[in-house]
């Protein structure tokens, strides 16, 4: 069963960046799309950004031009990179293999407040 182990978040002022990671075992990342979902309090889980195994990204509509997705397929990662984060972009962040999920981790906390 793969493991997706997520790190990064913290608590980061409005315009700041942060840098989420994700490591999947296995070697299963190179193989599928990514992508990286986020929750927010009393919110339904939403997927934010997707790179498919051709590099492909997608962006949802509320983070298109401020968060950027990459992938390392040699040490199974894959990163969020964040700027010009909003107080609505506070949420518990997830990777995950769109359409074909798994055990999802714990997440990583960001808070975006003053």
């Known amino acids: 069963q793969v493991q997706l182990v997520e790190s990064g978040g913290g608590l980061v002022q409005p315009g700041g960046s942060l840098t989420l990671s994700c490591a999947a075992s296995?070697?299963?990342?190179?193989?599928?799309?990514m992508g990286w979902y986020r929750q927010a309090p009393g919110k339904e889980r939403e997927r934010v950004a997707l790179?498919?195994?051709?590099?492909?990204?997608e962006y949802a509509d509320s983070v298109k031009g401020r968060f950027t997705i990459s992938r390392d397929n040699v040490n199974s990662a894959v990163y969020l990179q964040m700027n010009s984060l909003k107080p609505e972009d506070t949420a518990v962040y997830y990777c995950?293999?769109?359409?074909?999920?798994?055990?999802w981790g714990q997440g990583t906390q960001v808070t975006v407040s003053s």
């Open positions: 790179i498919d195994s051709a590099y492909y990204t």
């Open positions: 296995g070697s299963l990342l190179r193989l599928y799309a």
């Open positions: 995950n293999f769109p359409g074909r999920l798994v055990s």
